[in-house]
């Protein structure tokens, strides 16, 4: 083999970084190092698809759209319209969901320049808040779950039977706000908790698979919600209707600004701030989160390393149960005060998001946050295109469900944006599969 | 056929995984590719096999320009490779898998599996490769599934076989069976690319030998070099392949079993009746072949496995119905047989990694709340005590060569104050340089007096390491003995001849 000089050795480089000017390659090994790897500029990317997604559905199911190409067969010169057509369209959608959830700009200027008209202008930011807050709280339940390697799909009725706790305590006992406040969230709390303990003993102790376990007893809790609501204790006084007691003054989480200013916003915010502090206390900061953290990654290094495997599975899912179960008492107590037969239901059911959002957060408590924003902005401002433009509401359901595909999937994400795997790169998913 | 490599240059960014590589393979030729862990023995045989496209340089065969752009060409090429781990279906046949993705048909796509395992039995008889036609994969022992791949390869008229650490899974009896095989292959005018890290085969069995280092070849050898010649190349610094011990000089027993006995998964009887001790500042070495029942003697010690009956006692306290956790305060260091499965949280980082079972320790952490700042001196104390070779701490175990995912291991159950250590098959895939250094802290482990465990399907390593040596056959002790025993004598311990037949 010595005899081949080196010399012989056909060169070549196929090495792109290495062309083009200085300032050119310079970008290019700086686009490389900050987008190749990062999951938050896959998630910024996903979310980009998301829409762009929603954009050509728009563009394709919209009558007066269709009708503007439509009459490009008849005549060439149409296409112009045809093209601005799709634009204000698509714009106008777009534009609606954006003054619906955050701010429209022409009132918030003359709010500005007047000092008028302040809760009007601040009612779709508010309105995303108040959506948000309830999914915050459940989706880091759901997501300190999938970081232990467990699926709690149950989170929907464990906040059913948290808001149902919460709700009794809130409007069957008589006490100063002092006292009466915290007690209903420890209702809310311990009833999420109590409907998270079973699927966890279940698993820890049988084996049974808590995905199946979990999905089921959502049925369970359906069941109980519409025997509460038409039993005697519970049951709205003078009401033969699904509709529980109304809640205290004394128990409910007040709006932010006053009752007056009609923004629904409350201190429920408060609540859920303090669930972000915990949960990043939990899982970057405890031992008890260190231990979750391990048992998800690799049990079998967690069990040869003392981690009692039971234990975390039954504790991971008394928090995740009793957030879930805090979010429900939250969304009773900050918006209706009471309970109907329809609460968490179908496309109320924050719980279900809650797996989507904190897929689309990596699990992690400030990811959770910005992704319930989202989804819950694209949920207010999707009432306000329909409202204003016919475009039904489900748009707004059909960019969240793009997204969490596209976050789902990072390698088409990268292979659409050319990204770069880096070296040292892994692929890392967000859940695990059902084989554990 | 003759294969031949040109200046083959392979690189995952700015990383080097195979630099101008050239090497020739004659036919009925065994080469041998002998390198560490990571040197990028096995990116190039990806590369060969078409799984990975070299950014520069060309492969030859028989003499002609051939790019190799994806596997099934390779196999239309003639190339066959057996893989370190097992492309094999465990619950179809022989026959079955060896025909799977090309299957001889009948009328109604029916597949014709009598043409298959007279296929088999023709390839069987002419290579000497012994296998039945009908056994389901799952029965069968390692040994043989390596037969059914290489006969696979054989099945698509493969010229060239590429071996990949094929002797890592294998007992010596199935090593000594693959050499056989090898040996035949060659004789018929197969071409063989051996790829390994272990010294001694290269020797055994190599017609040339070919060493890489960092992505690089480094030289040529013949099988005639001596081990240390080859050592020092492979690493590029003289390497110490025998232990020094400071004089043998026991204390105390440390650890005693009494008549241990321990069930395996499937509920039979793995350990039967095991009794030792062993005694502050000695090493116990337990050898025997693999699935004697040393992996659940391990895990019983270490509470991962229940005692049936027995006792097991560690400096005068009954341990044997304890946790893991309570096993690990105990003072039991552990390191496992499985160090990616058991011992490591790949996709944690390296810091991490190294407070695994500690976490809630001072001063790793206060009322529930971890103390970072400690866990990270820590880390940088121990990367720097044990020579781990990491970009940072805060990277990934999964970054990290093989031979310093086990220095974790090592830095961490060594640096926790620990009474006595249990090793299971502590230096398996590791390249001769991490090999020394994890027998080095082995030995300043039992040189501070403490006891130690060390069980190892390495002969070699047994007989360096251990001051006794202990081995296991079909869960029992079948004799222990002192260093100085002849290898004939110690193989029929483990062959299950008791002390007095085997005359020890």
């Known amino acids: ?436 | 056929m003759q294969l031949e490599l040109r200046g083959i240059t392979k690189r995952f960014g700015s990383f080097t995984a195979n630099d101008q590589i050239s090497l020739k393979v004659e036919p009925g030729q065994i080469h041998s590719l002998l390198g560490e862990n990571g040197a990028g023995k096995s990116t190039l045989m990806n590369v060969l096999f078409g799984l990975l496209r070299p950014d520069e340089g060309e492969i030859l065969i028989d003499g002609v320009v051939t790019p190799i752009n994806d596997s099934g060409e390779a196999v239309r090429r003639g190339i066959g490779m057996v893989h370190q781990h097992f492309m094999l279906v465990p619950v179809f046949t022989v026959a079955e898998n060896v025909v799977l993705g090309f299957e001889p048909k009948k009328s109604f796509d029916r597949i014709d599996y009598r043409a298959a395992t007279e296929d088999i039995r023709r390839l069987s008889q002419e290579f000497h490769l012994e296998v039945d036609p009908d056994a389901v994969i799952e029965n069968l022992p390692v040994g043989l599934q390596q037969r059914v791949e290489i006969l696979k390869a054989l099945s698509h008229d493969a010229e060239l076989l590429i071996l990949d650490e094929p002797t890592a899974v294998l007992t010596p009896q199935e090593i000594d069976a693959l050499m056989d095989i090898m040996r035949s292959l060659a004789a018929a005018g197969k071409s063989i690319l051996f790829i390994t890290h272990k010294l001694k085969e290269v020797k055994a069995i190599a017609d040339v030998i070919t060493v890489i280092r960092h992505g690089q070849v480094v030289g040529t050898a013949e099988p005639s070099a001596s081990e240390s010649e080859l050592a020092s190349l492979m690493v590029g610094r003289d390497v110490q392949l025998t232990v020094t011990k400071s004089t043998y000089d026991p204390g105390d027993e440390v650890l005693e079993v009494r008549d241990l006995v321990v069930l395996d998964d499937r509920g039979l009887v793995a350990v039967n009746g095991v009794s030792f001790d062993v005694r502050a500042g000695e090493v116990l070495a337990l050898a025997g072949v693999q699935g004697n029942g040393q992996t659940e003697l391990v895990e019983a010690l270490v509470g991962m496995r229940p005692v049936v009956s027995g006792s097991i006692t560690l400096k005068g306290r009954d341990i044997t119905h304890l946790s893991p956790r309570d096993a690990l305060d105990a003072g039991l260091g552990h390191i496992p047989e499985d160090r990616q499965r058991d011992g490591l949280v790949l996709s944690m980082s390296v810091a991490d990694n190294l407070v695994l079972n500690t976490p809630r320790r001072a001063p790793f952490a206060r009322r529930g709340t971890r103390n970072l700042a400690a866990v990270k001196e820590n880390a940088q104390r121990l990367v720097r005590e044990f020579d781990i070779r990491t970009t940072s701490i805060e990277a990934p175990a999964s970054s990290l060569s093989g031979g310093n995912q086990q220095k974790v291991i090592v830095a961490r159950e060594l640096s926790r104050n620990i009474e006595f250590l249990v090793a299971s098959q502590p230096t398996r895939g590791l390249d001769v340089g991490s090999i020394e250094y994890v027998h080095r802290q082995f030995i300043e482990h039992r040189n501070r007096g403490n006891g130690s465990l060390i069980v190892s399907s390495e002969l070699d390593e047994v007989l360096a390491l251990g001051d006794r040596i202990a081995v296991m056959f079909e869960g029992r002790i079948s004799g222990i003995v002192d260093p100085t025993t002849s290898r004939e004598d110690i193989g029929l311990l483990m062959a299950g001849h008791t002390t007095e037949v085997a005359g020890v």
């Not at chain 1, 039971?310 to 504790?315: A, G």
């Not at chain 1, 496309?347 to 998001?353: E, K, L, P, S």
């Open chain 1, 1 to 436: 083999m010595s005899e081949i000089a080196p010399a012989e050795i056909p060169q070549g480089s196929n090495e792109p970084v290495d062309e083009g000017p200085v300032w050119a390659r310079r970008t290019s090994a700086l686009w490389v190092r900050y987008t190749s790897s990062s999951p938050i500029v896959i998630a910024a990317l996903a979310v980009f698809l998301g829409l762009v997604f929603g954009a050509i559905i728009i563009a394709t199911t919209t009558p007066a759209v269709l009708d503007a190409w439509r009459s490009i067969f008849h005549h060439w010169s149409g296409l112009p319209v045809a093209i601005k057509v799709t634009f204000d369209n698509v714009g106008s959608a777009y534009r609606a969901i954006f003054t619906g959830s955050v701010v429209d700009p022409q009132g918030f200027w003359h709010s500005l320049t007047t000092g008028k008209g302040w809760p009007n202008t601040l009612t779709p930011i508010s309105e995303t808040f108040t959506y948000a807050t309830p999914l915050v709280i459940v989706s880091i339940g759901v997501g300190i779950a999938f970081q232990t390697g467990l699926f709690n799909i149950g989170a929907n009725g464990q906040a059913v039977i948290g808001g149902i706790a919460g709700a009794a305590v809130g409007s069957m006992l008589h006490l100063p706000t002092i006292l009466h406040l915290p007690l209903t969230l420890l209702g809310g709390i311990a009833g999420g908790m109590l409907c998270g303990a079973l699927p966890g003993v279940l698993k820890a102790y049988t084996g049974a698979h808590e995905v199946i376990v979990t999905l089921m007893f959502n049925y369970v809790t359906y069941a109980f919600l519409l025997y509460a609501v038409l039993s005697t204790p519970f049951q709205q006084p003078g009401q033969s209707n699904d509709i529980g007691r109304t809640m205290d003054p004394s128990a409910i989480l007040a709006p932010l600004f006053g009752t007056k200013s009609g923004l629904r916003v409350s201190y429920g915010v408060f609540v859920a701030a303090a669930v972000v502090v915990f949960a990043w206390w939990l899982l970057d900061r405890s031992s008890m989160g260190f231990d979750f953290r391990v048992t998800g990654a690799n049990p079998a290094a967690a069990r040869a390393s003392g981690i009692n495997g039971r234990r975390v599975i039954v504790v991971v899912f008394l928090i995740s149960g009793g957030l879930a179960g805090l979010a429900g008492l939250v969304q009773v107590a900050s918006t209706t005060h009471y309970i109907d037969g329809g609460f968490l239901i179908g496309n109320a059911g924050i719980g279900f998001t809650a797996i989507t959002v904190a897929l689309l957060g990596r699990n992690r408590p400030m990811g959770i946050v910005w992704a319930s924003l989202l989804f819950a902005a694209l949920g207010v401002g999707g009432r306000n295109m329909q409202a204003s433009t016919g475009i039904p509401l489900d748009l707004a359901t059909v960019i969240q469900s793009a997204i969490v595909l596209f976050v789902a999937t990072p390698v088409l994400v990268k292979e659409i944006f050319r990204l770069r795997a880096a070296p040292t790169a892994t692929v890392q998913l967000a859940t695990k599969g059902w084989g554990s």
